[in-house]
């Protein structure tokens, strides 16, 4: 991480700093212009702070949903598995048992193949698949550094503004970090905690000497205290929940409990994110999707003609205006909207990439544990389609049975986020939710199992189960007792609700210690096994070049 931290620019409206590191090791760059930043900073008028502050923080937003913008990964862009959030994260949702690629063998040779089949191994340290997730999040702990710089601990002190400001940059170091420790340790719990983190950098400063990796307790505790002085410094600031804000991608209470609450059910701290989801819930900020926003829903008729009509304009998952449960987002008029497009080219049925019969599918023994009066159920399709014409691109190929509506529309939002753009070609540009309240129920019921208040974790799925219930319908955790304990019940709604969202599948099996599995699957083109041991990624090879002080991780 030395060579990235070190390397790459902060831009926020003006250039800071060069993008070559050596040339940054013989002349420190705009030394005296950032001085003058400071200096406004700390004395300008509240103009004058106010948009320097917005050039410098605004940006930050980005850093949720991150993309190689310079080719600084040089991860080799045509892949969109390697270069942006969206697709990264889709990567590691087909390398679980849930989501099915393809429905032939010709699918093989699509993107995410390799990830998909475990064909090659993607954990080697000079590999792309390794790359993209070091260098995409250390660019952005590079990125807040640089923030931090400005955003000083003594500056926070004076102006609520800047006590925000550092808020942000304080989250998107902490989220980068713990994206990092998810693929580059061992789970915390099931040996993690013992072995190397990652090395600190808290400071922007091309100059500084090579860092060695702390240990995996120190790692998670940075990261925690970052967002524990967030969640501190945005209360104080009066900056609340999401309800309170402009916009879906702005950082509040919300994101940040989001983000403790994440970091304590990962280390097992069961108290902290209790509490944290606890205050998300009880915010009242958010509300759980209705029933009829949850996926697609074809107001045509089913025949492989243009008569499939699919909005996304009543798809919570395609239109943040239809998604309560929205806590972070990036809606389609967001100027940091930026590749969030991929993710739907990658999951609806209706896109070019569905037209190479790579349909996006849940595994079948999924699909049969899901509730026939689960509103979820509708999210798939228990027939084939057969025949389809895809306006993407005019190719003919068939929607097979399985296919998520989850994420699919035959029809794009309109540049101003209203529904209707009547370009059906464009049926990629959607609203995306990266984080949102269901998680938020998921982690805190599973963290009060971990602490023997099955009872009260039973009431939790509840809530959100009769959310889920089909009109005329109740649903409990009664229509899911055959999954064994509650933890195990839990263990399964995260499965269900979350399938094919961030990963959450492969990082959970990770964490929990499950096995990639597929046989007895109908819906996998091909068996393929793979243990959750072996989950942990090699330190990249240019990593191990640049940073002396650097040692490698010991895999399975």
């Known amino acids: 991480m030395k060579k990235i931290i070190k390397s790459i620019a902060f831009i926020a409206g003006v250039t800071i700093l060069a993008s070559c590191a050596d040339r940054l090791e013989v002349t420190p760059p705009n030394n005296i212009y950032d001085e003058q930043i400071k200096e406004l900073l700390e004395n300008g008028t509240a103009a004058q702070k106010e948009t320097i502050l917005k050039a410098i923080v605004n940006p930050m937003a980005q850093y949720f949903n991150n993309y190689d913008r310079n080719n600084v990964c040089s991860t080799g862009s045509a892949n969109v598995m390697n270069y942006s959030y969206p697709g990264i994260e889709w990567g590691r949702s087909l390398m679980g048992n849930d989501v099915a690629l393809g429905y032939d063998l010709e699918s093989y040779d699509l993107a995410g193949r390799d990830l998909y089949q475990f064909v090659t191994d993607y954990r080697i340290g000079n590999s792309n698949t390794n790359y993209c997730h070091w260098t995409t999040y250390a660019y952005a702990i590079n990125q807040a550094n640089s923030v931090l710089g400005y955003m000083t601990e003594e500056l926070a002190q004076t102006d609520n503004l800047f006590k925000d400001g550092r808020a942000r940059a304080l989250l998107i170091r902490a989220y980068s970090y713990m994206c990092m420790m998810e693929e580059y340790q061992d789970a915390y719990l099931l040996g993690g905690k013992d072995k190397l983190g990652l090395s600190i950098y808290k400071v922007y400063d091309p100059k500084q000497p090579a860092v060695a990796r702390s240990t995996a307790e120190e790692t998670w505790n940075f990261i925690k205290g970052d967002i524990q002085e967030a969640v501190s410094l945005l209360t104080n600031a009066g900056v609340k929940y999401t309800a309170g804000r402009a916009n879906a991608e702005d950082f509040d209470l919300g994101v940040a409990n989001f983000l403790l609450a994440r970091a304590s059910l990962l280390t097992g701290d069961y108290a902290t994110c209790v509490s944290a989801c606890k205050a998300i819930i009880s915010s009242g900020a958010y509300s759980l999707i209705k029933p009829e926003n949850y996926g697609g829903r074809n107001t045509g008729a089913w025949t492989p003609t243009s008569d499939i009509e699919v909005s996304p304009a009543t798809n919570a998952f395609t239109n943040i205006n239809v998604n309560p449960e929205t806590i972070l987002g990036y809606a389609v008029t967001s100027s940091f909207y930026a590749q ?217």
């Open 340 to 556: 969030a497009a991929v993710f739907f080219g990658l999951t609806s049925m209706f896109t070019t990439y569905s037209s190479s019969k790579s349909t996006a599918r849940i595994d079948d023994r999924l699909y049969n544990k899901i509730s026939d009066k689960d509103v979820r159920k509708d999210a798939f399709l228990d027939f084939e389609v057969g025949d389809y014409k895809f306006a993407a691109n005019g190719a003919v190929a068939k929607i097979p049975s399985y296919a998520s509506l989850k994420f699919s529309s035959t029809d794009a939002l309109n540049n101003d986020g209203t529904a209707g753009a009547g370009t059906p070609a464009s049926t990629t540009k959607c609203d995306y939710t990266k984080f949102r309240l269901s998680e938020v129920y998921l982690m805190l019921a599973e963290a009060l199992c971990q602490t023997n208040a099955d009872g009260e974790a039973q009431n939790i799925l509840n809530e959100l189960l009769a959310a889920r219930a089909k009109e005329g319908e109740t649903l409990t955790i009664d229509d899911y007792k055959s999954a064994g304990s509650t933890l195990e019940i839990v263990k399964l709604q995260w499965r269900i609700e979350m399938w094919g969202e961030g990963g959450r599948e492969y990082y959970n099996n990770k964490r929990w210690g499950v096995n990639v599995d597929r046989s007895g699957s109908t819906v996998h083109p091909k068996i393929v096994s793979y243990p959750a041991n072996k989950m942990t990624l090699a330190m990249p090879e240019r990593e191990l070049q640049d940073n002396s002080e650097c040692v490698d991780n010991q895999l399975n």
